[in-house]
């Protein structure tokens, strides 16, 4: 199975800091990655999706990919109390399943 | 829009009974439709995957098993539960490669 790691944290952040997120997959297949939020007791929601090398920006998200390190990071900028949950990263199986394979998360609190 | 749905919310089981979970998707044909297990403060475990009716593979040998009697419907079913099946199931689908987006889950708890 593949396998992605995250840093389990908690990542604590003050108010208006940015927080930065890291993950690394092992299989150099994958080809998709992805970004979920994950509320306490809630299901995990899809916040970026990341498919090529460099830097995505999606409002306060910045998602970064380099292949070659089998590495993907989510900055949030300006972050709010709001942010404070689990950062799923995810890879996919790169066949035609379209298999995801998540990190045990990083918890981030934010600090009013 | 497409939307799933998942059902029970939560649920309380004895070790040793059945079980049975439903996942639908409204909204779009031929999804691929996955079910997921999260243990407290752990991430997803894929335990099973569907790309057609009737078509199910399984990730990791367990005490379950998936069904996919229509196109838009996933079941996940159990003989006889045991502790180690209590945890967070989620339902998830995609549309082919595209992103995968989950049901509100099933909290199971085994007594």
């Known amino acids: 199975q593949k396998e992605v790691e995250q840093n389990s944290g908690p990542l604590s952040v003050p108010e208006g800091a940015i927080a930065s997120l890291n993950c690394t997959y092992s299989d150099r297949v994958s080809q998709s990655f992805f970004w979920y939020r994950q509320y306490s007791g809630k299901s995990p929601e899809l916040i970026m999706s990341?498919?090529?090398?460099g830097d995505k920006e999606d409002g306060r998200f910045t998602a970064q990919l380099n292949k070659a390190s089998q590495y993907v990071s989510l900055l949030i900028r300006d972050s709010q109390p709001s942010d404070s949950a689990t950062y799923l990263c995810a890879v996919n199986s790169g066949d035609n399943f379209n298999k995801f394979y998540f990190g045990s998360g990083t918890k981030l609190n934010v600090k009013p | 829009s497409q939307t799933i749905h998942q059902w029970p919310a939560t649920l309380v089981q004895p070790v040793g009974s059945p079980l049975s979970l439903e996942c639908t998707v409204e909204g779009t044909s031929n999804p691929n439709l996955y079910w997921y297990r999260q243990a407290a403060g752990r991430g997803l475990q894929l335990l099973f995957y569907s790309v057609g009716i009737g078509q199910i593979s399984s990730e990791v040998p367990q005490n379950l098993s998936a069904s996919r009697p229509q196109d838009r419907q996933f079941i996940l079913s159990s003989k006889k539960l045991l502790l180690s099946d209590s945890g967070f199931y989620l339902c998830a689908w995609s549309a082919g490669n595209q992103p995968q987006h989950f049901g509100d889950g099933t909290r199971l708890s085994i007594l």
């Open positions: 990341i498919y090529s090398n």
